[in-house]
C-alpha cells in the first residue's frame, strides 16, 4: 500500500528543489499535494507534471510571509480534500553576506521567509489539525532547518540565526500540542548541501569554483558529494507517513554527516 494513502499534505517551496521532490514523491505514494510558492509559474508546472502522472494536486501560489495567504491555503486544501494531514513548511532563503556586512534588508528578508513564514504555517497547521479525530493517525508538522541550524557557518550569520529557530521552534510546536491535548507532531528536517538552484545560487555568489567547491565538500561531509533532493524528500517521506508516529520534537539530520565533527 503507497505510504500516504489516504493523507492531504501542504508543501511550501514545492516549486523547487528539495520541495518539489518532496511534492512529487509524496504525490507516486498515494498523497494529495498542494503546490504552494511564491513563484506562481512554477506551482502551475509541478501541480501539472504531478497530475499528468496520474497524480493528486493542488496549485498555492501563496507568499508564506503573508498570514491571509496561509487562512486561504488551508480553507482551499480543506474544501478540497476535507482534511489536511500534513504541512512540510520549505520554502526557504539563503544568504551569504559576512556579518559585519549584513544590512537590515537581508536580515529582514531572511528571517521573513524562513522564521515568520514558519510560525504562521504551524499557527494555522494547529489551528486546523486540532480538531483531528483521534479514529486518524497524528497530523504532522515538517519544518525545514539545515545543517545550518546545528552548528555555524562562515558567510551564513542570518541564515544559520533562522534555521536554529526552526529547529528550537519546532521543538516547542511539539511540547505545546502535546501538552494542550492535540493529536499532532512536529519535528525538524536537516538537509545538508544539496543540488538545488538555491544551493548553485549560493556558490555563484561567493563566486566558488566547482572544483574548489568538490574540495571543500570532501573535507566536510563524510560522503564527500551533495545530496540529491529526493534523499532529503525520503526523510520527509518517513517524518509525514505514520511510520514516524512515535517521533515528535526531535530532529531528522539527512547531512552525509556534515554535523558529526
Ligand atoms: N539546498 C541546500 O543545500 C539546502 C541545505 C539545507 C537546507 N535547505 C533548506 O531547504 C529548503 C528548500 O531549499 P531548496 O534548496 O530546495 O531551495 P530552492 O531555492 O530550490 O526552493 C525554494 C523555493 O521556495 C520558494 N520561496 C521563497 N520565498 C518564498 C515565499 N516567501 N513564499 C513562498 N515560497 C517561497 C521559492 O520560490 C523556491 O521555489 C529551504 O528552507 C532551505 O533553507 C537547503
Known sequence: MARLAGK????????????????????????NVVICDLNKEACGKAAKSITDAAGSALAMPMDVTSEADWQTAFTKAADQ???????????GVGDQ???????VEIYN?????NLKGVFLGCKYAIR??????????????????STAGFVGTARAGIYTMSKGGVRLFSKAVAVEVAEFGYHIRCNSLHPGGTVTPMFDGSLATRNISQEKFAELVKRRNLLGRRAEPVEIAYGALFLASDESSF????ELALDGGYAAR
Open 81 to 91: 480534500y476535507g482534511r489536511v494531514d500534513v504541512l512540510m513548511n520549505c520554502a
Open 109 to 113: 528578508k531572511v528571517c521573513d521567509v
Open 128 to 145: 486546523h489539525m486540532k480538531h483531528r479525530g483521534r479514529d486518524l493517525q497524528m497530523g504532522s508538522i515538517i519544518n525545514v532547518s
Open 247 to 250: 517521533m515528535t520534537g526531535t
Open 8 to 31: 492531504t499534505a501542504i508543501i511550501t517551496g514545492a516549486g523547487s528543489g528539495i520541495g518539489l521532490a518532496t511534492a512529487t514523491l509524496f504525490a507516486e505514494e498515494g498523497a
Open 97 to 103: 553576506t559576512p556579518i559585519e556586512d549584513t544590512t
